[in-house]
């Protein structure tokens, strides 16, 4: 049987070219979107036009209860999860001084709860199996901090810091955690950059270009075949921090 995989804010950016790439390869994706509907059955379309079927399904994965029902989704219609990304996030830029308890439980229940509960629900049927991938996407932020982006930074250090501890913990039962930290990315998230901005970002990148989803989605195809990385942080940036 095919591969399984949950790949949770799939509708848009980096999650939605990992979702694609899965599916093309013939895996069985469960697409994960929250506020995103049109876009994520516009993609769900895209693929059936292409004679590729993947399921979507609405969820808020900052609530515990709304992991389990993914996960319930996916092991009655597929009866096992082989791959779990952890792709939901949400970004704000903003002085320390002027973020509220309300941005702080928002943020790292969006971006690093979210991991935690989809990792909890998941893990006893790949604990079960001996068998599974964890893939978090965390950001080049959260290994260097980034000025005016405190929280989410924060919350994409948590998520290095998750990868790590959890690598160490289920290893024994065959099951592989890591974290992809892009740098910048060519996503709806950083939209807000001027053109003027992204110039001054190409001129500090040694490969002198900003990145795309499928460049992470390629690194994900790498780490799903792997069987002998875990626990690290590779970070998809161009030669931004070396």
């Not at 292409?50 to 989704?73: H, L, P, Q, R, T």
């Not at 964890?134 to 080049?140: A, F, K, L, V």
Request: proline share 2%.
């Amino acid at each position: 049987m095919s591969k399984v995989a949950i790949v949770t804010g799939a509708s848009r950016g980096i999650g939605r070219e990992i979702a694609k790439e899965l599916a093309k390869k013939g895996i069985m994706v469960i697409a994960n979107y929250f506020n995103s509907e049109k876009k994520a059955k516009e993609l769900q379309e895209e693929l059936k036009n292409e004679g590729i079927n993947i399921d979507i399904f609405k969820a808020d994965v900052s609530k515990k209860e709304e992991c389990k029902k993914i996960v319930e989704y996916t092991i009655k219609k597929y009866k096992k999860i082989d791959i779990l990304i952890n792709n939901a996030g949400v970004d704000k830029v903003q002085l320390i001084t002027e973020t509220t308890k309300e941005d702080w439980d928002y943020m790292i229940n969006t971006n690093l709860y979210s991991a935690f509960a989809m990792c909890q629900e998941a893990l006893p049927y790949m604990i079960h199996e001996k068998n599974g991938c964890i893939i978090n996407i965390s950001s080049i932020w959260g290994i260097t901090g980034a000025s005016t982006e405190v929280l989410y930074s924060i919350t994409k250090a948590g998520l290095d810091g998750l990868t790590k501890a959890l690598a160490k913990e289920v290893g024994p039962s065959n099951i592989r955690v890591n974290s992809i930290a892009p740098g910048y990315i060519e996503t709806d998230m950083n939209k807000n950059y001027t053109k003027e901005e992204k110039e001054e970002m190409k001129n500090e990148i040694p490969l002198e270009r900003l990145g795309m989803p499928v460049d992470i989605a390629k690194c994900i195809n790498w780490l799903i075949e792997d069987n002998y990385t875990t626990g690290q942080v590779i970070s998809i940036n161009g030669g931004w921090l070396i």
